[in-house]
């Protein structure tokens, strides 16, 4: 009984305890790299993009290839509350976003880099990818839909697209870089969190609870560059007058009125477009209704799966 106790303890331990370790294996001329996460084995498989940034993806589950592109401060863990009923369908491609976790950075930052990560990721699956992108994942899926004709469809869960202002102040910008400056990068994600996004204080706490929060403090200076990148941005619905990707559009029914606008002028902007409500929920319903969320996801993709995924140029 003792040495059984001991036993579950010990497997309780390996299971909630974050290890990496690298055992670099060539392939074809790609780099894999053996990670532990939570206990479990993966191969992670580093990507160059087009600038040679390494982009590391990981693959689980069978199915045709969806890849989950996440957003700001997140990486491929935002995921993991819907990744073991997405892979039960598909085979799941979750990334990290260039300056974050296991991938790479340059010195110069640009939303077109962020966008052709996407795309060269998609590329080097090696066949036509369902592509899902949520916040700031959402901005660079919608643009990486326009360099590879590799996409079958595609699901924008809010994207970070600003039509009537950013709805951050040249104070709170000052402030962000200040927390960033003097290296207090968890106040400066709580900003980002609480003054920016409007996330809710119980969302906020169950974040601070997951594995996945140091990851985010980690990745906060990457913050400021994509709310700059957003500002930056202007969505010209004429470059997508010719875009035919089935594109599924998400809107938490619960989110402020500013998102409801950048989903409704995408729904008439994108040819052939439509709009899911996911009922009481707001930004994040992958962690606080992942049943909803990948009822949405699969519903969409068990329509246009098999026609998404002929082989035609949609662009």
Known sequence: MVQSHAAWIGLFIYMHE??????????????????RELGIRKIMESISSKDGAPIACWNSGVGEPLLLVHGTSGDH????????AL????S???????????SGDTDSYTLERECEDVATV???IGSTVHLLGHSFG????????????NIGSLILYEPSISLAGSGWSVELEENMQSLLGASNREEALLLFFRDIVKTPPHEIAAMQTGSSWPGRIAAAHTIHRELCSINQYI???????????PTLILLG??????????AETLHRSLPDSQLAMLQGQQHSAMRTAPDLFVHEVVKFLNIHGSDALGGTDRL
Not at 18 to 23: A, V
Not at 77 to 84: D, E, H, K, Y
């Open 18 to 35: 974050l290890k990496f370790f690298r055992s670099p294996i060539l392939a074809s001329g790609l780099e894999y790299t053996e990670t």
């Open 77 to 84: 863990f935002a995921w993991a509350s819907v990744l073991p």
């Open 87 to 90: 892979e039960r369908q598909f």
């Open 92 to 102: 799941v491609w979750t990334i990290d976003r260039r300056g974050r976790g296991h």
């Open 122 to 124: 998609i590329d080097a």
């Open 138 to 149: 959402g901005l660079c899926a919608l643009e990486a839909a326009l360099l590879t004709p």
């Open 235 to 245: 969505f010209d619905f004429r470059r997508f007058r010719a875009f035919q990707v």
């Open 253 to 262: 029914g619960e989110s402020p009125p500013r998102r409801h606008l950048v």
